[in-house]
C-alpha cells in the first residue's frame, strides 16, 4: 500500500448548514478521495492539523451520487455530476478546529 499525502485525502471542507450545526457538536464534514478509508482519513486530518494537536475519534464516510442534469441549450440533453464521497469526522472531547468556519 502506498501512502499519499494529506491533501491527496482530504480535499476540502464541506460547509452547509447541516455541517455548521454538526460543527457546534464537535463534528465536521469534509470532501475526501473515493478511495480513502476510514484510517486514511483519520490520519491524514492528524497529520494536516497536528499544530493544533487534534485527535480524530470517530470517522463516518457517505458516497454521495451525482445527480442529473438537464442542458437546455442542447435539445435537453441529460448528463449527470461527478459522485463524490465525504466523510464525517467526530473530534475529542474539547477538540476544535481553528479557521474553518472563519470567524464563527
Known amino acids: 500500500m ?3 499525502a494529506a491533501s491527496e485525502v482530504v480535499i476540502g471542507p464541506v460547509i452547509t ?3 455548521y450545526s454538526l460543527y457546534t457538536q464537535g463534528r ?5 478521495a473515493k478511495s480513502a478509508t476510514k484510517n486514511d482519513i483519520k490520519k491524514a486530518l492528524e497529520e494536516q492539523y497536528e499544530a493544533q494537536g487534534i ?7 457517505v458516497t454521495m451520487r451525482g445527480k442529473a442534469r438537464r442542458n437546455l441549450r442542447t435539445r ?6 461527478a459522485g463524490w ?5 467526530t ?9 474553518l468556519f472563519g470567524s464563527v
Open 76 to 81: 435537453g440533453s441529460i448528463g449527470h455530476t
Open 2 to 4: 502506498t501512502t499519499r
Open 55 to 61: 485527535r480524530v475519534k470517530d470517522v463516518n464516510t
Open 17 to 19: 448548514e447541516r455541517t
Open 28 to 32: 465536521y464534514t469534509f470532501r475526501v
Open 91 to 99: 473530534l475529542g472531547p474539547g477538540q476544535k478546529i481553528e479557521g
Open 85 to 89: 464521497k465525504k466523510a464525517i469526522v
